[in-house]
């Protein structure tokens, strides 16, 4: 957990440093680079912590009775056709598919004039989806929790 501490108080520090030097035409587009360090500190945080979360997860819901009887591990959400990270999930399924699972891309769109948002998590073979049609679905693979990162 140091660690992660240690990660975010860099691109904190980093984010108070570098934004007031830039010119005030560059502030304007301070939102991006906000949200790169966001997406950036997401990835890192979902490499460097999957393990130790997969196995919180595991031991939760074992401890509630609902444990995965199949091999998990838990990935990064992606945003199809940007590089964006929104998160992670964790994914289950036997485990030469799971092996496969790189990512889960996150496909959004709204039903009914907008009254339903829609959220299709799909397990896929790589974490740069830029392009839904270059992508592998993994069948066979399901998602059983949803991680949500505080920046």
């Known amino acids: 957990m140091n660690n992660f501490k240690i990660l975010i108080s860099i691109i904190l520090i ?7 030097l830039l010119s005030t035409s560059v502030l304007a587009s301070s939102d991006i680079l906000g949200s790169i360090l966001k997406t950036v500190g997401i990835g890192v945080v979902v490499d460097q912590f999957a393990g130790p979360i997969n196995d919180f997860i595991n031991t939760m819901t074992l401890n509630k ?6 091999e998990t591990k838990v ?3 992606v945003t199809v056709g940007s590089n964006s990270y929104a998160g992670a999930v ?14 889960v891309a996150q496909i959004e769109g709204d039903f009914k004039d907008g009254d339903f948002r829609i959220k299709a998590l799909i397990p896929i073979n790589t974490t740069n989806p830029m392009n839904i049609q270059n992508i592998d679905r993994i069948e066979g693979v399901g998602i059983t929790a949803l991680v949500d990162i505080n920046i």
């Open 65 to 70: 009775g609902v444990a995965v009887q199949e």
């Open 75 to 77: 990935v990064p959400i």
């Open 90 to 103: 964790q994914v289950s399924g036997p485990k030469e598919k799971i092996k496969k699972v790189k990512a």
């Open 14 to 20: 980093l984010s108070f440093l570098v934004l007031p």
